[in-house]
């Protein structure tokens, strides 16, 4: 079955930039999609087919991708940001995860 | 507002079985494709099932394939995940999400999600 690499954690300083990455041979052949989830919530939708943003989601989030590698990219982040990041793909008629990112504001 | 609203999680013993709902609002639901999405504890997003707009399209994990049924009612806006030959493996909370599609391969994201149910294996 297909799979999504994301790193276990990330930490950036508040205010500063943070990256997470997503790592798969079919990116950039479908879309990608990223979800903040914070402790005893459910995922909320933050970039959706690559780069966009729902209404309400922050302009600091942004989705990029190059090659193998889709990247959500948070620019100064915020306390508030500090959650787990998932990205999301399809493969065929089915759905993929990758194993979500921790990201942690220090 | 749009809002997804699952119930009939519980505990029940392996080898059983349940039957999950998620009643929706705020949004047209006959228009949109609709996933069962779980997490165990401590545990990353695991996508168990979709169902297309109409329910002619369904896919499910190879995990849950043969154990699992997902249905749709339209007319009561309600989705369902009949849950059979339960395995402790099968314990988390089980959340059902929106998709900006209709279909099946829609390659879209999820944009609304429920606040899940907790299913339970165990004897």
């Known amino acids: 079955s297909y799979e999504l690499t994301q790193p276990l954690s990330v930490s950036v300083a508040l205010g500063q930039t943070a990256k997470i990455s997503c790592g798969g041979n079919?990116?950039?052949?479908?879309?990608v999609h990223w979800y903040q989830q914070k402790p005893g919530q459910a995922p909320v939708l933050v970039i959706y087919?690559?780069?966009n943003r729902p209404s309400g989601i922050p302009e600091r989030f942004s989705g990029s991708y190059s090659k193998s590698t889709a990247t959500l990219t948070v620019s100064s982040a915020q306390a508030e940001d500090e959650a787990d990041y998932y990205c999301?793909?399809?493969?065929?008629?089915?759905?993929?995860f990758g194993g979500g990112t921790k990201l942690t504001v220090l | 507002e749009a809002q997804l609203v699952e119930s009939g999680g519980t505990v029940v013993q392996p080898g059983g079985s349940l039957r999950l709902s998620c009643a929706a609002s705020?949004?047209?639901?006959?228009?949109?494709?609709m996933h069962w999405v779980r997490q165990a504890a401590g545990e990353g997003l695991e996508w168990v099932s979709l169902?297309?707009?109409?329910?002619?399209?369904?896919s499910y994990a190879d995990s849950v394939k043969g154990r699992f049924t997902v249905s749709r009612d339209n007319n009561k806006k309600s989705l369902y995940l009949q849950m059979n030959s339960l395995r402790a493996e099968d314990t988390a909370l089980y959340y059902c999400?929106?998709?900006?599609?209709?279909?099946?391969?829609?390659?879209?994201?999820?944009?609304?999600w429920g606040q899940g149910t907790k299913v339970t294996v165990a004897s």
């Open positions: 999301q793909m399809w493969d065929s008629s089915t759905v993929v």
């Open positions: 169902i297309s707009w109409d329910g002619s399209e369904i």
């Open positions: 079919k990116i950039g052949s479908r879309n």
């Open positions: 705020g949004f047209t639901f006959d228009d949109y494709a």
């Open positions: 999400a929106k998709d900006m599609g209709s279909t099946t391969g829609s390659d879209d994201g999820f944009d609304i």
């Open positions: 087919r690559d780069h």
